[in-house]
Structure formats: C-alpha cells, structure tokens
C-alpha cells in the first residue's frame, strides 16, 4: 500500500502472557498493554514496525542536550551565559525524534566551548508566543542567544555546524589572523604565489598546517589592512559589516592586520591594494577596495556577493534576495530524490539537477547579467503555488519548471515548456526580459514561437509528466471524496470529513475547536491513497461523538487556502488547527498514513482533551475478532501453534 502499508518485521517471541498480546510484538519497538502497542521514538504504527527517521536511534524528543528550559527560569539562563542554544521541539511534531541524536552529539562539544545546549517545548504557550515573534513556524528549530539577543539558526541541525556557529558567536565578529596560512585556509585556497611574496618580503617560510575548515557551504569575507591609524575609517566600517551578519550561518568574516600579510596578497593577485575586502563563495573569490565604497554600501554590497553562484532559495534567506531589489531567475525542481545534507542530487523531467544547475550557473557568468539579476532554484514540489502566481500551472509532474520573478506588478514572464534548458535558450530567453519585450504569458509564447526550428541538444528537453487526471478509484487502496465516490455509492452515504474552502476557511477551521484538516487534489495517487484511512478515520471520530474536534479538507486543485504556510511539502499534507491558537508553528502530522496512528497523534496535539478507547481504530463489533485474528497470529509466530 506505498506510504501508507506498515513494513511487517518478524521478532521471534517465546510463550504469550495474558495482557501482552500484540500485532507483530510491536516489532520489538514498543510495549504491549492487552493488543495495543505504546511506541518507543521513532517509531509508529499498529505494531511499530514503521520508521519516522530512516534509522534505529530512539532519543526522546525534548531530552538531548544539557537541560530544559522554561518561562521561569528562561531570563535568568540568558543573563547568565553570552551565548545560549536553544532547541525547539515538539511531542507533536513526530519526526523532531531525527533531531535528537545531532543535538546529543553536539550537547558535549558545546559544553567544552561554555555554550549551553536547552531544550525547550514549542507547544508550551510561552514558548509558542516566542517563536510566532520570529516567525518561526515548523520544529525542530534552533535559536542562538547571543546578549539576550535572538539569532535563528537557519543551517543544517548537525554537531558540525552548529559547533562552527557557536564558535563565530563566541569570538570577535571578525577575528584577526596572525598568519598568512592561517588567512589562506580561512578563504578556502591554497597560494604558493602568496607564500613566496612573503618570503621574497620577509625571508618568513610558513608551513602549511591544518587549519579547522569551515562549513563548505559557507562564505568567507577577509579584510586586510596594512595601516590602522590611516585606515581607520574603513576598518570601522567593515566591523560594522561583520558584527551585523554576526547571526547568518552561512557568511564568516576575518581580518589580516599584519601589512606584509596584506602585501603578500596584493603581490599575489588577491587585492590591488588596501584596505580591501576580499570575498570566497562558492569557490570564486572577488574583491573591493574599501576606500571606494560600493553605491549600496559595503555591507549590502556583501549580502550580494555571498549569496551562492545559484543557491537554493528557501523561507530563511528569501529576505537577502529580496534585499537586493532586482528580478530572480528561478529554477523549480523536483527535490524528492534530494537529501539536503548532501550534494544536489536526483531528477526532474529525466534531467540531473545537478546538470540544470550548472546550465544556470553558465548563464550567471555572462558578465551582461552581473548585478541586475539573482539566479536560484526553488523546491518545486513544495512550492506549487508560488509557481502558479508565475505563471507556472501543472505542478510537481511539469518540474522542471523556470519563470523570472519579475518585481513589477502585473508582469509575468514563464518560460516556455517547448524550450530546451540549456544554457543559450536560457541566455536568450533572460536577455529579451531584461530588454523589456517579455512581459506576458503571450509574450513567452511568442519567444517560443519564434525559436521553434532551433537546432539544440535533446537531453535539454525534459521529458515533463502529462497533466493529472483524477485518480482511478479502487475501492480500498486509490479512493476519492464526496458522494461520487465508489464507497459513498457502496455504503449509500457520504464520508464523514468536512469540506473546507476559501469561502467557510475562517468560520470553521479558525473557530475554537481543534480542526484537522487534509489538503489534496485531484490526480495525486498518495493522496488518494491517504484517503482511505483519512475516511475511516473520520467515521470512527463520528462514532465517538467529540464535540470538539472537527475532520475537515481542503482540496488544492484549484483553489489555496488562505492562510499562509499551511502547506509545507509535498501533497496530501495534515495539520492540525489547534483550539486555542491558530497562529503558527503549524503542527503538521508526519506519522504513519493508517487509522490508530492518526487518531492517537489527534488526541496527544489537541488542545480541548477528549478520551480514546484503546482499539479506538475499531467498531465496537470489530474488537473481539481483531483480538481472535491477532492472539492466533502470534501464537504461529512463537511457535505454539
């Protein structure tokens, strides 16, 4: 049954005790109390056979790292220590268990620097009101204090990187390098052109240590001066610089204050003179004379010199290339097949991303591009309805997708399906918006018109999914909503799950009831497929009569729900609207697709509390015979029978 079947793992058992007959045993993931099992972290279904993190660690959410914060004695922490992390969890949040182990492994790391690691529990209603002030609204997250104030960490939860980030709050903003090996490492090269200016100057032989790298994935920014009381004024303002993105994870900045340090670069081609700034992204480096400021000024002038080549454009750095106030080409791909901790990966429309990426990078270099436009890719899967307010229709089965962002009202301008991806169609395509002839949908149209016998490689055309068509209705595995489905002809009735839309969102969903709500749309076969339990569930919830609760949806076909951030991956998605506070972190529920899962999921993150029998999954005349079906199954699984 795909995502939402349960992987059955045999355990061997010896003899049966009254009371501890379970379903497969519960994997040996969990405990047995009379037929229902009781989980261990990270693990769920009917018999806790089903992973939520691709592995065997079990930390309980809410206990790695050095203690637990609350709103009492949360002032008195951050007075006490310079530089606190705090980790956001959530019990509700069913896969912030895959958290747990990074944030173990990094707790005694932190520990050596003086750097405590708490934890805090985001549906505390202290700490919900907290992080809806920084807009933070999905768990796990991590915010570092430094002097009370708030940075959100915005880069990947692994013991690494969360040491390097401790370590740049710990020190200057921008820490002066007493060595030029030490400078070179910081900037990620290696000059022997450098090393021998500084001999030829000095008659200084450095050797060449191990320096401890940064992130790989981070920029560097090096200042290097040669006279401070001359250069003053510069080297104040490049603090400045430094200390204001002291909170971004992705940028570091140093300084070299020795003047034969500073000549050695000059000699080796890195700077024409001081002081300069010399920035290292994405394995290019570029530099500026500080004495002649940019127009926009040193430090935007860094923001937009450390954004990535073509970097993934995600909620945490939308700000930095909105503050750049200029179009962004996007590239929407298909990241399913993608781990984000590792390099890009995977396909879409049959085409590597990696190979998409780098045709972006090729366009990026024309020097005609330079400083008017931001090249990045997008999630695409996830962010279906930004591509559709591009003018982008068809969603994750017409990625890959490209469409410029344009930052004028009115003007759209996708880029035409027909087309190949390759670099010069690209150039071209980008060329005519810049000169102001693509405007429109129909102005794409025409652009593609006009290029229709073109002579290009065909690897460049994807081979794009058609349109969805409704799913095909088996009953029992692929089902739909509403009177026409095959069960509700079946049963003479319909389900039993509230239909949600624009119209009645803020009547229901935002009224004082907890509100789980699905979104699906037409053509999506693991939506269908949730379907089938959605609907059980919601009749097992009717049956039971709780009078705060509602089961609701909302299909996205054509139409988005008017609060923003509700669908945060891939369809079908479930969150629930908790009674009393609708604002985010959303909880979204990311267990396993089956009926007791859910149903115990909804009881544990609802805000007004409401009883559950324990097979609550279950008619009242279908207890006895599960209890039969599952007894004689172990009973052939330990051998008694």
Not at 149 to 154: D, E, I, L, S, T
Not at 517 to 545: D, P, S
Not at 601 to 606: A, M, N, V
């Amino acid at each position: 049954m795909r995502r939402v079947a349960a992987l059955l793992i045999l355990h061997a058992t010896r003899g049966l005790e009254e009371g501890k007959i379970c379903f497969n045993g519960c994997s040996g993931h969990g405990a047995c109390d009379n037929f229902v099992c009781s989980c261990e972290p990270g693990w769920t279904g009917d018999d806790c056979s089903h992973s939520l993190v691709g592995g065997n660690a079990t930390v309980q959410t809410l206990t790695a790292g050095h203690f637990n914060v609350t709103a009492k004695n949360w002032t008195k922490l951050l007075k006490k220590k310079d530089v606190v992390f705090i980790a956001f969890g959530s019990r509700s949040c069913l896969r912030c268990v895959g958290a747990e182990t990074a944030y173990a492994d990094a707790a005694p790391l932190l520990k050596k620097m003086g750097v405590p690691l708490a934890r805090a529990d985001a549906d505390e209603p202290f700490f919900r009101e907290l992080l809806q002030d920084l807009q933070l609204g999905s768990m796990p997250q991590v915010v570092a204090y430094r002097k009370l104030f708030a940075m959100p960490y915005a880069g990947l939860h692994a013991p690494n990187e969360l040491v390097h980030f401790a370590k740049k709050l710990k020190q200057a903003a921008a820490p002066s390098l007493l060595t030029l090996n030490a400078a070179l490492a910081f900037l990620g090269v290696d000059s022997e052109e450098a090393r021998r200016a500084l001999y030829d100057e000095t008659g200084i032989e450095e050797d060449v240590v191990e320096e401890d790298a940064l992130p790989s994935s981070a920029a560097r920014v090096l200042g290097i001066f040669s006279d401070l009381d001359i250069e003053e004024d510069e080297s104040a303002e490049f603090m400045l610089a430094a200390s204001e993105r002291r909170s971004r994870h992705d940028v570091y900045f140093a300084r070299v204050d020795d003047p034969q340090i500073s000549q050695a670069f000059i000699d080796a081609g890195f700077a024409d003179r001081t002081p300069s700034v010399i920035v290292s992204n994405d394995g290019h480096l570029i530099s500026h004379v500080l004495d002649d400021a940019p127009d926009i000024g040193l430090g935007p002038w860094v923001d937009a010199e450390t954004l990535p080549a073509v970097g993934e454009l995600t909620a945490q750095n939308f700000a930095r290339y909105e503050a750049l106030s200029r179009p962004m080409l996007l590239l929407f791909l298909d990241l399913r097949g993608h781990d984000r901790g590792m390099e890009l990966s995977g396909l879409s429309g049959g085409v590597p991303n990696r190979d998409l990426v780098e045709e972006f990078r090729a366009v990026r270099k024309d020097e005609s591009f330079r400083d008017r436009v931001a090249f990045a890719y997008v999630d695409g899967v996830a962010q279906q309805d930004r591509m559709k307010a591009l003018g982008l229709f068809g969603g994750a089965r017409r990625l890959p997708a490209v469409a410029v962002n344009a930052k004028e009202e009115g003007v759209i301008a996708p880029y035409p399906e027909s087309l190949p991806l390759d670099r010069a169609h690209l150039r071209d395509f980008l060329g005519a918006f810049l000169a102001r002839r693509l405007r429109s949908k129909e102005d794409s149209d025409a652009f593609a018109l006009q290029r229709q016998n073109d002579v290009f490689d065909p690897k460049w055309l994807p081979k794009r999914k058609p349109r969805k068509k409704p799913t095909e209705e088996v009953m029992g595995r692929y089902e739909v909503f509403g009177e026409g489905s095959v069960r509700a002809r079946e049963i003479g009735r319909v389900d039993d799950v509230f239909v949600l839309n624009r119209e009645n969102f803020a009547d229901t969903a935002l009224a004082e009831k907890d509100v789980l709500i699905l979104f699906h749309e037409e053509g999506c076969e693991n939506c269908a497929a949730l379907t089938v339990y959605y609907k059980k569930m919601a009749e097992r919830f009717a049956a039971l009569k709780i009078p705060s609760l509602v089961i609701a949806r909302f299909d996205v076909t054509k139409d988005t729900p008017p609060l923003d951030g509700l669908i945060a991956g891939p369809l079908p998605v479930v969150v629930l609207l908790p009674a009393h506070d609708k604002r985010p972190p959303f909880r979204f529920y990311s267990g396993l697709g089956k009926v007791q899962p859910m149903m115990k999921w909804i009881q544990s993150s609802s805000d007004i509390a409401f009883d559950l029998p324990e097979l609550c999954h279950l008619d009242p005349s279908e207890i006895e015979a599960y209890k039969h079906q599952v007894t004689e199954r172990e009973r052939r699984r330990g051998g008694e029978l």
